[in-house]
């Protein structure tokens, strides 16, 4: 929902990147209280980087993998590839990471509903920060 008066269309400054603790790059292009439905994050990962273990509790996630390559693990299930056009659902509570297993960027959106909220996340990677 967009308050009245307000264009429908939402820029978005590439110099907003975000580089989070979980070791991931993130530009958020949608993620506003007045829409609590959806949130949307350009998420990107550096080759050789793996992001930490994490969950989030009450939001169902899914990865749209956009470039590079992958290995993505949720859950118990083992590592599975990743590439662009697949679509990884991720169902609220349930933990995951994703490894950048190519030579270049890998860069997927994450699109959460309802919409993403830091007091959602939790981190459950064993290793310490």
Not at 34 to 51: F, H, K, N
């Amino acid at each position: 929902m967009r308050l009245p008066g307000a264009s429908p269309i939402h820029r978005v400054d590439p110099a907003s990147e975000q580089l989070t603790e979980e070791r991931c790059h993130i530009l958020e292009l949608a993620n506003h209280a007045g829409d609590p439905a959806l949130s949307i994050a350009r998420a990107r990962v550096e080759p050789g980087v793996c992001t930490r273990w994490h969950r989030l509790h009450g939001i169902s996630e899914r990865y749209l993998i956009l470039e590079g390559e992958g290995l993505v693990e949720v859950g118990a299930m083992a590592a599975q590839t990743v590439k662009p056009g697949d679509v990884v659902l991720i169902v609220p509570g349930e933990r995951q990471r994703i490894r950048n297993s190519g030579p270049h960027d890998l860069v997927f959106l994450a699109l959460c509903t309802p919409r993403f909220r830091w007091d959602a996340y939790e981190d459950v990677d064993p290793a310490p920060l």
